[in-house]
C-alpha cells in the first residue's frame, strides 16, 4: 500500500450513462475513505469503467485494461464490456474482479476484499452531491436504467436489461441536491427517456408537497421549477413528447431535443426494428417548429446499415433536406458481438460506407453552416467553459457538452466558467459560432 490511506485510480470509458454509474462509485468510495488519484504509480488498484457497445469501444476498453495492468497491475473492470466477462478473463486473466453494468455494491465488495478500507472513514469529505466527473456547472442526471426496445444493431438491452425508471421523488431530491451546489445545466439522460415511469405504471409520488406521477412530462415540467439549464437526451419522438414542447416555449427547460433517428429509409427502419416513420417525423417536427420556432434538434445516424441499398441512402439524404436538423453525428455501420444485425443479409463494403459517411457528412455540413449563418446578429445566452486564446469559449442552448459546437466569444474582459453571460453572434462555421459580449 503506498501510504495511510489506499488510493484508488480510476477510468471511466463509454457514454454519459457510464459516467453517472463511474460518479456513484467514486462518490462510494471517497465516503468510505479511499483517496482518488489520477495516476497509476500511485494507485494501490485501478478501477476501469468499461464501454462494450461497438467495436472501437470494445478494443478502447481492452487497451486500457491491458494499460493498467501493465503499469499497475492490480485491477478490477466494471461496465458494458464486463457484461462478457469471459471475454476479459480469456485475455487478462489476472484481473482481481470483473462486474457488469450499474454494479457499485459488486464493485465495492471486490475492493473491500482487496485493499480494505480505512478505519475511520471520512464522510464529511464527500460534498452532498457526491463525485462528479464532469466540471461544476453541468451534471448529467439519469432516471432510468435499460431500455424496452430491442434495434437490431444494438445489444443494451442484454447488457443493462430492460427499462427501470428511478421513483420520480428519488430523482427530484437529487436535482434539487444538484442546483443547490451551484450546477447551472441539468442534462437528463437515459436509454430512453421519453418511456420514463412506464414500467411503474406512472405511479403517483409526492415530492416538495407537489404529486407527481412518474412519468415523462411530469418530471420535465418539475425540473423547469428550478430555474436552471434543463437539457433532455434520448428522446425517442413519442406522441405525448408534443407536450414538452410549449415548456420550451415559454422558457421553462431549454428548446433542445436529442432525438436518435438512426435512419429514415422505411426498409432500414424495419431492418433496425426502429419504432419510427419518417413522414410522421417530419409532420411531428413542423408541428414543433411552428410551437417553439427557436427549437433545436440534434440526432444521431448509421449508414451503411446491412442491405442499405443507394436508394435506401437516397432516402437518408433526401430526409435530411427535409428536416434540417441543427445537429447531427453519424457513424458507420459496426457490427456488434450478440446483436441480431450481425445475421442479416447483404452487408455493405467498407469502401461504399465510407463514400457515404462523406455524402452524408458534406450534406450535413452545409445545412449546419446555413443554420449558424441565420444566427449571426442575434443575442444569446452563453455559459461559459474555459478561457481560450484571444477569449473565451461557451455554449449556448443549442450547443450540449462534448457533442455539439461552441460559441468562441472575442473579449479581454475576464469571464468566469460556469457563469451565463449574454453576447451577440459576429460571425459562423459548419460547427461554431463567434461572438462578443454585450455591454
Not at 489476472?94 to 475492493?111: C, I, K, N
Not at 464527500?126 to 430491442?150: D, F, M, W
Not at 427530484?172 to 451546489?181: F, K, P, Q
Request: with cysteine; glycine share 8%.
Amino acid at each position: 500500500m503506498s501510504g495511510a490511506v489506499p488510493s484508488v485510480g480510476f477510468v471511466s470509458l463509454g457514454c454519459p450513462k457510464a459516467t453517472v454509474d463511474s460518479e456513484h462509485i467514486l462518490t462510494q468510495l471517497r465516503a468510505e475513505g479511499y483517496a482518488i488519484v489520477a495516476d497509476y504509480d500511485s494507485a494501490d488498484m485501478v478501477i476501469i469503467n468499461t464501454c462494450g457497445f461497438i467495436d472501437a469501444a470494445v478494443e478502447e476498453s481492452l487497451d486500457s485494461i491491458g494499460e493498467a495492468l501493465q503499469r499497475n497491475g492490480r485491477v478490477i473492470v466494471t461496465g458494458c464490456l464486463g457484461a462478457r466477462a469471459d471475454i476479459i478473463h480469456s485475455r487478462f486473466p489476472s484481473l482481481l474482479a470483473v462486474t457488469g453494468p450499474q454494479a457499485r455494491d459488486e464493485v465495492m465488495q471486490a475492493v473491500h476484499r482487496h485493499l480494505p478500507a480505512p478505519h475511520d472513514p471520512f464522510v464529511d469529505l464527500v460534498p452532498k452531491q457526491g463525485i462528479r466527473l464532469t466540471p461544476r456547472h453541468y451534471a448529467y442526471l439519469k432516471i432510468s436504467e435499460g431500455c424496452n426496445h430491442r434495434c437490431s444493431f444494438c445489444i443494451i438491452p442484454s447488457l443493462r436489461g430492460d427499462l427501470v425508471s428511478r421513483p420520480i421523488d428519488s430523482v427530484m431530491d437529487e436535482a434539487r441536491i444538484l442546483v443547490d451546489a451551484g450546477i447551472r445545466e441539468i442534462l437528463v439522460i437515459s436509454q430512453d427517456t421519453s418511456a420514463y415511469g412506464v414500467d411503474l405504471g406512472y405511479t403517483t409520488r409526492f415530492w416538495d408537497g407537489q404529486p407527481l406521477q412518474t412519468r415523462f412530462i411530469d418530471l420535465i415540467r418539475a425540473l423547469g421549477q428550478f430555474g436552471v439549464w434543463v437539457r433532455l437526451h434520448y428522446v425517442y419522438p413519442y406522441p405525448h413528447v408534443d407536450e414538452v414542447i410549449p415548456l420550451m416555449a415559454d422558457g421553462a427547460i431549454l428548446p433542445y431535443l436529442d432525438i436518435p433517428f438512426q435512419h429514415a429509409s422505411p426498409r432500414i427502419l424495419k431492418a433496425m426494428k426502429r419504432p419510427a416513420n419518417r413522414e410522421r417525423v417530419l409532420e411531428r417536427l413542423a408541428r414543433w417548429r411552428e410551437i417553439c420556432p427557436h427549437l433545436v434538434i440534434r440526432s444521431t445516424f448509421i449508414v451503411g446499415f446491412p442491405g442499405e441499398t443507394e436508394e435506401d441512402f437516397g432516402i437518408l439524404l433526401d430526409f435530411l433536406d427535409d428536416a434540417q436538423l441543427d445537429r447531427v453525428g453519424c457513424f458507420t455501420y459496426s457490427p456488434v458481438d450478440g446483436a441480431a444485425a450481425n445475421a442479416l443479409p447483404d452487408p455493405v463494403p467498407d469502401q461504399v460506407m465510407q463514400e457515404r459517411y462523406h455524402r452524408f457528412m458534406s450534406k450535413q455540413q452545409t445545412i449546419s453552416a446555413n443554420k449558424l449563418a441565420a444566427r449571426v446578429g442575434q443575442q444569446l445566452d452563453v455559459l461559459v467553459e474555459s478561457a481560450s486564446e484571444g477569449g473565451f469559449e461557451g455554449r449556448s442552448y443549442a450547443d450540449a457538452p462534448e457533442i455539439d459546437g461552441l460559441v468562441h466569444i472575442d473579449t479581454a474582459d475576464s469571464l468566469a466558467s460556469g457563469e451565463i453571460y449574454r453576447v451577440e453572434i459576429t460571425g459562423a462555421d459548419e460547427y461554431d459560432l463567434y461572438a462578443r459580449p454585450t455591454r
